[in-house]
T-cell receptor, first 113, second 113 residues
Framework: DGGITQSPKYLFRKEGQNVTLSCEQN?????MYWYRQDPGQGLRLIYY???????QKGDIAEGYSVSREKKESFPLTVTSAQKNPTAFYLC????????????FGQGTRLTVV | AQSVTQPDIHITVSEGASLELRCNYS??????LFWYVQSPGQGLQLLLK??????LVQGIKGFEAEFKRSQSSFNLRKPSVHWSDAAEYFC???????????FGKGTRLHILP
């Protein structure tokens, strides 16, 4: 079955460590997105990529980094520069070029202690 | 830049009652509009979308939404809610078919038995 997979579902890290969240899709979608969700804040856009080897900052990119070396994969690194990294992270993919509907993964809950 | 406002953070309705969740957007042209639903700890599922044409759109699970250009609104409705509709609902907008999708802060729906 086609879909978008985020792993792991739960992730714990010590403060000061970088951590990478995985997002893989087999939908052959061109665009991929990372959102952060906090209670009462809705979904805030971190980074997005419309095409392989290209990505743009969203509204809250500081302290995060991404890469898009393959169409299927869009990993997100939460760096030690992110001041408040504990959150629920959602990855989405969109077919691109006119097909704007986003398909979401099940999310990764990151807790930094 | 486009934005989305969901004025109600929480809504409580009795099972079997009708439902309307409000969404207002800020954008000059006709944007692409979406409603998504999220169960706790899960990703988002698309309920319905509006790109053009008939301003009343039907979605899954018995939901519908009406686009009103004069009011910059895209309210979600359901004639009779079920206990399983308890979830968080997000309105979203994209400026055009290739633009990023921006989400509102969400409305949490509670159902009274």
């Amino acid at each position: 079955d086609g879909g978008i997979t985020q792993s792991p579902k739960y992730l714990f890290r010590k403060e000061g460590q970088n951590v990478t969240l995985s997002c893989e899709q087999n939908l052959n979608h061109d665009a991929m997105y990372w959102y952060r969700q906090d209670p009462g804040q809705g979904l805030r856009l971190i980074y997005y990529s419309q095409i392989v080897n290209d990505f743009q900052k969203g509204d809250i990119a500081e302290g995060y980094s991404v890469s898009r070396e393959k169409k299927e994969s869009f990993p997100l690194t939460v760096t030690s520069a992110q001041k408040n990294p504990t959150a629920f992270y959602l990855c989405a993919s969109i077919q691109g070029w006119g097909r704007t509907e986003a398909f979401f993964g099940q999310g990764t809950r990151l807790t930094v202690v | 830049a486009q934005s989305v406002t969901q004025p109600d953070i929480h809504i409580t309705v009795s099972e079997g009652a009708s439902l309307e969740l409000r969404c207002n957007y800020s954008y000059g042209a006709t944007p692409y509009l979406f409603w998504y639903v999220q169960s706790p700890g899960q990703g988002l599922q698309l309920l319905l979308k509006y790109f053009s044409g008939d301003t009343l759109v039907q979605g899954i699970k018995g939901f519908e939404a009406e686009f009103k250009r004069s009011q910059s609104s895209f309210n979600l409705r359901k004639p009779s809610v079920h206990w399983s509709d308890a979830a968080e609902y997000f309105c979203a907008v994209a400026a055009n078919r290739d633009d990023k999708i921006i989400f509102g802060k969400g409305t949490r729906l509670h159902i009274l038995p």
